[in-house]
């Protein structure tokens, strides 16, 4: 089995457990997307995890900051903030890489963007950098958002080093990626709240390029569908990319098919120096030699704001249904009360009637008894 360019729909089954035999070791380079799939799969297990590091930074000379007193109280907050101020990405694949079965990639938290320091080096806007108190000792930092040309042209660069790294180190034809999407709904097909606002076909346009660079370089990787779902009781809390167990299992199975097709000497990854090239050749052609911040956002802004009017149209339409059912269900009070009043006036006036046959002072009072059945019944429908 071998896993390039193919969306694997969430859902697929796992192998029967006789053919999972042994422990699978996952190198990752990536986010909880990479690590949850493993943790939740019983034959995988984390070689090394490196995170919130940005491509940008790993690649790029480390931050020169004081790091020993971050104010962070979780350990492993302090190891990533401090890893990636220290650029370590590429010291840790390569010290865990050579006992490693795969080295599994994913981009999510590239979503974070970065923070240009001296024109040299780079950090990753993470929360935890965020409540350090390290972003202090950066008072000239300039952010570079997530999807920009400037920080994608950043990217690609970054990724072409790393590339060439995992080339250098035998690592590569063991690499693969998750191609990742934000989920929009839970399984319960309830709506999954947005990711700083923005919509899942917001954040999957600005990440599309960058999926499609390291596909067009030639590493293996897996395609989750666009239906994916969000799990509601995930342990993190529900995100778009929190997700549920099938999605897991998709990741999971790529990795066997990428381990199981090296360890009986299938061809890996197909990335040489003339893969990265013609790579980069190609999204310099996508952006056609100029910037298309204006363009690329312009319709991501479109697809934003055409999501946020059904939206709208939606709950519009969800209140007038309710209102619409409201008004039913008044009506039907209604006219069940009009039935019962005219009912009871039925009554009363067959008693009337039948006291004014008995005698001359029933028939005397029959005149008021009408009266006021009338009036009782005009009184109770107001």
């Not at 979780?74 to 220290?86: E, K, N, T, Y």
């Not at 790579?279 to 934003?304: C, Q, T, Y």
């Not at 009912?343 to 004014?356: E, F």
């Amino acid at each position: 089995m071998t896993v390039q360019d193919t969306v694997v729909p969430v859902g697929g089954t796992r192998p029967p457990a006789g053919r999972r035999s042994g422990v699978v070791r996952v190198l990752i380079y990536g986010s909880c997307v990479s690590r949850d799939a493993v943790e939740v799969n019983d034959d995988l297990t984390v070689a090394a995890y490196v995170a919130r590091q940005s491509v940008i930074s790993a690649m790029t000379p480390p931050v020169a900051v004081r790091s020993g007193q971050t104010g962070l109280a979780s350990a492993f907050q302090r190891r990533m903030v401090v890893g990636d101020l220290g650029s370590d990405a590429l010291k840790r694949i390569g010290e865990a890489g050579p006992g490693a079965d795969i080295v599994l990639l994913d981009l999510i938290d590239e979503r974070l963007g970065v923070l240009c320091v001296d024109g040299r080096s780079y950090a990753t806007l993470s929360s935890e950098l965020r409540h350090s108190t390290l972003l202090a000792a950066m008072p000239g930092a300039r952010r570079i958002p997530f999807g920009t040309d400037e920080h994608f042209r950043l990217w690609r660069d970054a990724a072409d080093r790393l590339v060439r790294e995992l080339v250098r180190l035998g690592l590569v034809e063991r690499t693969g990626f998750v191609w990742a999407v934000f989920a929009q709904r839970d399984e319960n097909g309830e709506p999954v709240a947005r990711y700083q606002g923005k919509s899942g076909p917001f954040w999957d346009a600005l990440f599309d390029r960058y999926y499609r660079y390291l596909a067009d370089v030639g590493l293996r990787h897996v395609r989750l569908d666009p239906d994916v779902r969000t799990s509601s009781a995930h342990r993190w809390g529900p995100q778009p990319y929190h997700y549920t167990q099938s999605a897991y299992d998709v990741i999971g199975d790529f990795v066997r098919a990428v381990v199981a097709d090296r360890r009986r000497g299938a061809a890996g990854a197909q990335v040489s120096d003339a893969s990265i090239t013609l790579a980069s050749e190609k999204a310099d052609r996508v952006g056609g030699g100029k910037d298309i911040d204006s363009a690329l956002l312009d319709a991501i802004r479109e697809i934003h704001h055409l999501s946020d009017r059904l939206d709208e149209t939606t709950r519009e339409r969800d209140a007038a249904l309710v209102e619409r059912d409201a008004a039913r269900r008044r009506a039907a009070r209604l006219s069940a009360t009009v039935q019962e009043v005219r009912s009871s006036a039925t009554m009363r006036a067959g008693a009337a009637l039948r006291a004014a046959a008995s005698g001359p002072r029933g028939l005397v009072r029959l005149p008021a008894a009408l009266w006021q059945i009338g009036r009782d019944q005009r009184t109770t429908v107001r």
